[in-house]
């Protein structure tokens, strides 16, 4: 079942679009206390930035963050917001970067996961197809026959453990998201750097 569409939420810091589930909320509770809001149901006066360091860094040099919530935002609040993104780096920036971003995924219930899901969600739409990097030549073929056209594959820097792991489901080579979506941007973005480009390979 495809999850219901969200009104996006925007980056106080780059100002780009995502899905509310897929950006870090930051709230001013009516007692005027400003926290992580890691579930995204706190009461109270929100802002959101996306999951990146670039993007925290970058609304704390200018106070977009202080002027989205009329507040003076505490030097503690940023190490606690930078802490929470590097719990999902400890496999370097780029694997990190894209735990972060597929968690984000799954929550946002964007996420298609094994070759059968794949599959099947690729006549309805678009997809942005992940393998991982240690899956088998049967995985890899199926999702490079997908039906459909404009599709994009992508043989991630994560084995399927780390994979799986991202998704909290068990035994994940394939997963898929929608191509037009902030997060596929994201994702197709870490993988554009120089030393890997040629991880990218369209699938017709």
């Given at each position: 079942m495809t999850a219901p569409r969200q009104r996006p939420r925007t980056?106080?810091?780059?100002?780009?679009?995502?899905?509310?589930?897929?950006?870090?909320?930051?709230?001013?509770?009516?007692?005027?206390?400003?926290?992580?809001?890691?579930?995204?149901?706190?009461?109270?006066?929100?802002?959101?930035?996306?999951?990146?360091?670039?993007?925290?860094?970058?609304?704390?040099?200018?106070?977009?963050?202080?002027?989205?919530?009329?507040?003076?935002?505490?030097?503690a609040l940023y190490s606690r917001l930078a802490e929470h993104l590097e719990t999902y780096e400890e496999g370097g920036e780029t694997q990190g970067e894209f735990k972060l971003l597929l968690g984000l995924a799954r929550r946002a219930g964007l996420i298609h996961i094994g070759v059968d899901s794949v599959q099947s969600q690729c006549a309805r739409e678009t997809l942005l197809i992940l393998?991982?990097?240690?899956?088998?030549?049967?995985?890899?073929?199926?999702?490079?026959?997908?039906?459909?056209?404009?599709?994009?594959?992508?043989?991630?820097?994560?084995?399927?453990?780390?994979?799986?792991?991202s998704l909290g489901a068990r035994n994940v080579q394939a997963a898929a998201l929608p191509l037009r979506s902030g997060l596929s941007d994201?994702?197709?973005?870490?993988?554009?750097?120089?030393?890997?480009?040629?991880?990218?390979?369209?699938v017709s």
């Open positions: 980056c106080v810091a780059c100002r780009e679009e995502s899905p509310k589930r897929a950006l870090v909320r930051v709230v001013r509770s009516p007692a005027g206390e400003v926290t992580l809001d890691e579930r995204g149901k706190l009461p109270g006066r929100g802002a959101y930035i996306c999951a990146s360091r670039q993007c925290l860094e970058k609304a704390r040099k200018t106070k977009a963050l202080a002027r989205a919530l009329k507040m003076e935002i505490p030097e393998t991982a990097s240690d899956s088998s030549k049967a995985v890899r073929d199926a999702v490079d026959n997908v039906p459909g056209e404009g599709h994009v594959h992508i043989r991630m820097p994560l084995g399927s453990e780390d994979l799986s792991a994201k994702m197709r973005l870490l993988l554009s750097r120089p030393l890997r480009r040629d991880r990218i390979t369209d």
